[in-house]
Structure formats: C-alpha cells, structure tokens
C-alpha cells in the first residue's frame, strides 16, 4: 500500500530549519572541544552512545535483525565508507575550519547526482542540474583557491579543506550504495547501525593507532559535545529525518538541506569566531546554489514529466 505524502506545512518547514541548524552546529561541537579531546575520539565515542540507542530501539519496537536478507556485505561496505568519511571529517578538522568543513562536506548531493546519473536511469540529470553542478564546483574552485590571492595558500588549511572535499565524496559512495543495494529495502534503523557500528571501531582503532586517544580531558565542554553529537545529532537527528519522510514529500524536504552548511558558516563565525574571506565567502554561496538546483529534480513550469528526486539518504552523520 502506497502511503500518501503531504506537501511541507508551517510544522514541517520549521522542524526542516531546525534539524538544519542541529547538523550545521555539529562541525561547531567538535572544533570547540578539540582542545580537550581530538575529533577522531570525539566521532568514535560518539558513534558508541549512538550504537547503543539504535539497539534500544529496534529492541523496544521488537525488530529481528537477521543477517540472511541480503544486507550483511552491502551493510559492511556503506559502514567502511561512512567510517572513512568521519575519518576525513575528524582529520580535516584539525588543518582547516569548522566553517570550511561544513561546506566542502555538504558538496555530496552534487557527487551523489553525478554517480546516481550513470547507475540509476530513473535519476538522471537535467539541463538545470547541469548547471548547478557546474556552479557547485565553480565554487569550490573559488573557495579553494581565492583566498590565496589575498594571503597567501596556506598548506594546512588547503589540506584540511581537501579532506573536507574526501569526505563528501564518500558520503555520497554511502548514499549511492544504499539507493543501488539490498539495503534500500531494509528498515532504517538496520541501515544506520551497520554504519554506527562499523564507524565506532573503525573510528577508535584509528584514534589510538594515530595516538589521538592519549588527549582525553573530559570537561564541561567535552561531555557537551559528546552528548550532544552522540544524542541529539547521529541518533534524534536522524530518526527526525525518517519521520519527516515518512509524512512530506522528499523533494520538498530535501532543498532545505542546503541551509545547513550556511548554519555552520554562521555558527563557525558566531561561536568559534572564525574569519571569512570574501572569496571564500562567495564560493560558498556559489556551492549553496548550485546544490540547490541539483536537489530540485524539476524547475517551476517544466511540465509533468517524471520527476527524480536526489534526497540525502542520511542528512547527519548519520548521512548519514
């Protein structure tokens, strides 16, 4: 049975802003415990607590979780990908800042389009998706290189920002392998936790190979950050998003991701007092547009043909 979707409302529209601005203050939450334990830590411990919350409730709503449908190597696969993507997210944020990492991380719908085009006919491109990619990219371009013009390039940032770039790219490997696999079918809350669990391991063995387990000072602002991440953005966060799938239209509620990188832009300046140069200023707003454009599979008065939505299979990190 088909379930009926309903156009965005007042509610929708502002649970959408809201959820916008709890993934664009996430990159924020991990720059400013950084000092009192490193990003990889952070992300591993937080994908802990996550694990743990998802087990509760797929027990409460006594879900089975078999490993004979299909899902158990897809599911290792997407969890490799989504670990390495935090695992870039967490390296990237000690060269560069959370406000560049907020952008360049937000460019995976554009690579989630440009792969879904070729793997999935029902999604290809049109002219104006084109575009918008080749907007998007435009940008990054700009914010990559334009402030070199008025500073200088600094190879730390100009890594960190290419790591940022990394862990878009995998995101949408993530996005593109759930759409185009066994795991489409599967409940998502199986879905994340084969992504939660992996990236937990994958995320700690990595923090203390690398020795960024020896930094852990557990202040105020380090539990904050914990929690907040591990709680509200990886495990409510995302069991938001299904809701609100399961209610509104996905092409109306996808265009609203595109503000979370201008939350994290702003939260980055506000709390972090972060700089801005002007060139990466508008290569970012270049990005912004060029994802929106993507993320509308259709333009105002462009008839009633069939319509591809390319929808974020995990807004949070869990993406994710």
Request: with cysteine; net charge positive.
């Amino acid at each position: 049975m088909t379930v009926e979707r309903k156009h965005l409302d007042g509610f929708g529209v502002a649970c959408m802003i809201f959820l916008c601005m709890v993934l664009g203050l996430h990159q924020v939450a991990i720059k400013a415990a950084a000092p009192d334990i490193s990003p990889i830590l952070q992300i591993a411990l937080r994908f802990g607590i996550s694990s743990f919350l998802v087990c509760i409730v797929i027990m409460c709503g006594k879900g089975v979780f078999s490993l004979r449908d299909g899902t158990l190597l897809p599911g290792i696969i997407a969890g490799l990908a989504f670990s390495l993507e935090f695992v870039c997210v967490a390296e990237g944020l000690r060269y560069t800042t959370a406000s560049h990492m907020s952008v360049f991380l937000y460019t995976a719908p554009i690579f989630t389009a440009l792969t879904l085009h070729w793997f999935k006919p029902s999604e290809r491109l049109r002219r104006h998706q084109w575009i918008g990619i080749a907007i998007a990219f435009s940008g990054v371009a700009l914010a990559f290189t334009g402030g070199s013009f008025l500073t200088g390039i600094s190879p730390r940032i100009l890594w960190g920002d290419t790591l940022g770039v990394f862990a878009g790219i995998l995101w949408a490997a993530t996005t593109v392998l759930i759409r185009c696999s066994r795991l489409s079918e599967a409940p998502s809350t199986k879905t994340l936790l084969y992504q939660l669990v992996a990236a937990f391991i994958i995320c700690l063995c990595y923090a203390v190979l690398s020795g960024q387990a020896d930094r852990f000072t557990m202040t105020g602002i380090a539990w904050t950050s914990l929690l907040f991440q591990g709680v509200v953005v990886t495990f409510a966060a995302f069991l938001a998003w299904f809701s609100l799938l399961r209610r509104y239209n996905a092409s109306q509620l996808s265009v609203f991701l595109f503000l979370s990188p201008l939350f994290g832009v702003s939260f980055g300046v506000l709390l972090l007092h972060e700089a801005i140069d002007l060139f990466f200023g508008i290569g970012a707003v270049l990005v912004l547009i060029g994802i929106a454009l993507v993320s509308r599979p259709h333009l105002r008065g462009a008839g009633k043909e069939n319509r591809s939505v390319v929808a974020e299979e995990r807004p949070c990190e869990a993406n994710d």
